[in-house]
């Protein structure tokens, strides 16, 4: 008997967000291998840190991308905390004592603005992931 996981829609919405950022951080940095190889062959040296004119076809490509790869990143933190709100909402929200009910919200209040410290932002995804919808 073959057991099929069921996401909520909240659940299913970071993970969509998910494999888009996925996708666009692929190809952003794929595009900067492309990006310094154009800007040290232009510079005539091997830099670290290559800079190309912003008119330059690579160069537009790349913003192009980066501003995609923002986009996705910001629909994925959104998504998370409306993750984040529906774990509360549902399982999280009646757990543990009095102490721990009014605790554990405000844990999560810091966790969607601390998205950069990705341990503990990507150990309360991984948690809202677990949860049955």
Do not use: C
Not at 22 to 37: H, P, V
Not at 95 to 115: L, N, Y
């Amino acid at each position: 008997m073959t057991r099929t996981r069921k996401f909520s829609p909240a659940q299913s919405r970071y993970l969509a967000a998910r494999a888009t950022f996925e996708l666009a951080q692929d190809r952003y940095r794929a595009n900067e291998k492309i990006y310094t190889a154009e800007a040290n062959r232009l510079q005539g040296t091997e830099d670290a840190f290559p800079i190309l004119p912003e008119d330059h076809p690579v160069a537009i490509e790349a913003q192009a991308l980066l501003d995609v790869y923002n986009a996705t990143l910001r629909e994925m933190h959104a998504a998370a905390n409306a993750m984040f709100d529906w774990s509360l909402s549902t399982v999280l929200g009646r757990m543990g004592t009095p102490q721990q009910r009014r605790e554990i919200p405000e844990a999560f209040e810091k966790i969607k603005r601390m998205s950069h410290v990705q341990k503990i932002w990507i150990e309360a995804v991984d948690t809202a992931l677990k949860l049955a919808a």
